[in-house]
């Protein structure tokens, strides 16, 4: 098999998905004969006629009308165009979607498809991480892969799971990340070691995992193993191997793409702070992107997110501590 | 007053009238069961207002339909249990119960027993059967149209919508959320068998229609939806039972979504605690004004369809109905957060641990 994308991991995944479950179908903009609008689906329309529709441009009702359908018992998969317009459908997400099961004892086994995060030039508008919006509801799973193994398996999962799944696929990684198969399947829910070490923990995932890894590695060069940890979903967050590697390295990390105020990182040190205070030979520290919208332009955008050098230059500040 | 008034000629074409009702079968079969629902309905949301106004049993609100059975039952006599897909809102009490609804489940619900579809954990008109075709509202108005649609569809697309079609309802009020637009602008794109209609009763919450929309009717809209419209006066049974027939008919009959808007006025307040002073007097004295059921029960007589011992005798049944479903009812155990799971997802390994 030739290199395969990300991009291509999350179509064969859904390729999959369609055909070992009559009940799976797909919904979007112009995700039908145009393949959508990264190609997400390319070529699926033709290959499963009937199962996969254009939608209007109307994201509440895309998601209402996916719940409805889960009910009868299929299971859809929306593609939002991106991560960022899923705010029009919030509403059906975090109140219909999330509640009813627990309201009603109705599995709801959607997924939604939130193509995520930013790439150079995309603006405000076109580059938001939203899991730890969506993360803060119960009755959501929050799924952030950052390997193309991941985003072939856990979509595949993601599409089995009789919950509702925010699938945040990151943009950046769609065309950046190759992989030379699809590996194997590793359960959602389970924190992966993507690298060992000793000296300090880091906690992130989705593509900050890639800026994550460079960033040890420039550590390496100073002497220093940073443990790096890819959470793979932020909610269920394993806690459980977050503590056992602080156990072992005493410092920890948080790194993540979204904004800075709450959400998944402020979780992280949360979490180990209450319950692993005592392994902590530092403060634990966080990065993320910085407190204003994401801006346009590319030098902008480089120094609003967390990059491989803010990565380096926070862990020897938790390093040198 | 004619019995029926259907939209305007562009978007309706038949005109069913009283006379006309008079020779079928049908109808008057249509026209009682849709009576005794909103006979029913009255006195189960009587009961529910007067267990509110005594306090201490019923935790939250209560909102009820008085002055909208006719309109909502009309249209709950149309759907089959199990068959249908129905998302009622809250002034369909009517509706839920020609739906096929128990007394029980209303409630259980509103005193939120563990034994009710809801357990205690959502309330009032907050309830509903989803895997039986039946919708439990959220109270974001205009959410369920998308919701009930999304049912029909995945019918469709594996092959067995059959002749099911699916209703939804919503107020003035409603109207103007995107959700609304966004649902039934979806159907109709879908062409799906959906009803859609519209208890115009003249308020939301404390809010005139001036203040809501700027068209001349609501039901001017279903031509920018390109779906059928029809309007009948609301206070009238035979209106809403003949215009309902043929809106279901036509969306069974694969014609698309059909938006009924029925007007009204709201005869009880938003909810109990609210008094409504703040409608004016003289609306109170208009043909909207008029209460349904007694024009239902005038109609039912005059048409030789039911006369006043059989009406009373529906009435003392439903009552026993009533006071026996709450005798029951009050025996039945409240939730206990210590035996409640707090798990807000299906699948176990994916729960979290408590981390607060
Ligand atoms: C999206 C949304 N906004 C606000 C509310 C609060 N609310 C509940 S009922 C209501 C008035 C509804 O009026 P209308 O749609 O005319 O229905 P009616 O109560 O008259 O039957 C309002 C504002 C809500 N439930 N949903
Ligand atoms: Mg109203």
Redesign the interface.
């Known amino acids: 098999m030739s290199a395969i994308t990300y991009l291509e991991a999350i179509r064969e995944a859904q390729f999959e998905a369609l055909r070992r479950d009559?009940?799976v179908?797909l919904y979007g903009q112009d995700i039908n004969a145009f393949g959508g609008a990264f190609k997400a689906t390319k070529n699926l329309g033709a290959q499963f006629p009937?199962?996969v529709f254009d939608?209007?441009i109307?994201?509440?009702?895309?998601?209402?009308?996916?719940?409805?359908?889960?009910?009868?018992?299929?299971r859809?998969i929306v593609e939002m165009q991106f991560a960022d317009f899923s705010s029009?459908g919030f509403?059906?997400i975090i109140?219909?979607a999330?509640?009813?099961?627990?309201?009603?004892e109705?599995?709801c086994p959607i997924t939604i498809r939130l193509p995520s995060g930013g790439t150079a030039g995309s603006g405000p508008f076109h580059s938001q991480s939203m899991e730890s919006i969506y993360a803060h509801y119960?009755?959501l799973?929050i799924v952030t892969p950052a390997t193309v193994e991941d985003a072939y398996w856990m979509l595949l999962e993601s599409v089995q799971?009789?919950?509702p799944v925010i699938f945040c696929e990151h943009k950046f990684l769609y065309y950046h990340l190759k992989a030379d198969d699809l590996g194997q399947p590793m359960p959602?829910?389970k924190a992966r070691i993507a690298r060992p070490g000793r000296d300090a923990t880091l906690v992130t995932y989705s593509a900050m995992l890639h800026e994550s890894l460079k960033a040890a590695e420039e550590l390496r060069l100073d002497g220093y193993e940073v443990e790096v940890l890819d959470l793979r979903s932020v909610?269920?967050?394993d806690?459980d191997t977050i503590l056992a590697s602080v156990a072992r390295t005493g410092r920890l990390l948080a790194v993540g793409e979204a904004f800075p105020w709450g959400g998944v990182t402020a979780?992280i040190i949360?979490?180990v702070s209450?319950?692993a205070f005592h392994l902590l030979d530092a403060p634990p520290m966080r990065l993320n992107s910085k407190d204003t919208p994401i801006p346009y332009h590319p030098n902008l955008w480089k120094s609003h997110r967390p990059t491989t050098a803010t990565i380096s230059a926070r862990l020897r500040e938790l390093l040198r501590y | 007053m004619s019995a029926a008034s259907s939209s305007p000629a562009s978007h309706s074409p038949t005109s069913p009238g009283a006379q006309a009702a008079r020779d079928d079968d049908n109808l008057k079969e249509d026209f009682l069961r849709t009576l005794r629902c909103m006979i029913r309905a009255r006195i189960l949301e009587e009961k529910l207002g007067s267990l509110y106004r005594a306090g201490g049993r019923i935790v939250g609100g209560v909102y009820l339909g008085r002055g909208q059975e006719a309109f909502s039952a009309a249209a709950g006599i149309h759907l089959r249990w199990g068959r249908d897909?129905y998302g009622p809102l809250l002034r369909d009490q009517a509706g839920r119960m020609a739906f096929g609804e128990p007394i029980l489940d209303t409630l259980r619900t509103y005193l939120g027993t563990v034994t009710g579809?809801?357990r205690g954990?959502?309330g009032n008109i907050?309830r509903?059967?989803?895997?039986e075709g039946y919708?439990?509202m959220?109270?974001?108005l205009g959410?369920?149209?998308?919701?009930?649609?999304?049912?029909?569809?995945?019918?469709r697309?594996?092959g067995d919508l059959g002749d099911s079609v699916g209703a939804s309802s919503i107020g003035d009020g409603g109207t103007s959320t995107?959700?609304f637009h966004?649902?039934l602008?979806?159907a109709a794109?879908e062409k799906l068998p959906l009803v859609v209609s519209v208890a115009n009763n003249q308020f939301a919450y404390s809010t005139p229609t001036q203040r809501q929309y700027a068209c001349n009717d609501l039901v001017d809209r279903a031509l920018g939806y390109g779906v059928r419209g029809h309007r009948i006066d609301a206070t009238d049974p035979l209106a809403c039972v003949t215009v309902m027939r043929e809106a279901f008919a036509r969306a069974r009959a694969g014609e698309g979504p059909q938006l009924v808007v029925g007007n009204l006025l709201r005869l009880a307040g938003h909810g109990e605690h609210d008094d409504a002073s703040y409608v004016p007097k003289a609306m109170r004295d208009t043909a909207e004004a008029r209460d349904c059921l007694q024009v239902g029960m005038d109609q039912a007589r005059s048409q030789g369809w039911a006369d006043a011992e059989q009406l009373a005798s529906w009435q003392a049944q439903a009552k026993r109905e009533v006071d026996e479903a709450l005798a029951q009812v009050s025996k039945e155990a409240a939730p206990d957060p210590f035996r409640e799971n707090w798990?807000?997802?299906?699948?176990p390994?994916?729960?979290?641990?408590a981390?607060e």
């Open positions: 009559k009940n179908f009937g199962r939608s209007p109307s994201e509440d009702a895309m998601i209402g009308m996916a719940i409805g359908a889960a009910v009868e018992g299929a859809p029009v509403n059906q109140n219909q999330a509640t009813l099961f627990w309201r009603t109705t599995p119960p009755g799973v799971l009789n919950d959602l829910g909610k269920p967050m806690t979780e949360t979490r209450a319950e | 897909v579809p809801m954990r959502d907050h509903g059967r989803p895997r919708m439990a959220i109270s974001h959410s369920l149209i998308s919701v009930v649609t999304g049912a029909l569809f995945a019918r697309m594996r995107g959700a966004e649902g602008n979806l794109v798990r807000a997802l299906s699948t390994h994916l729960l979290e641990g981390h």
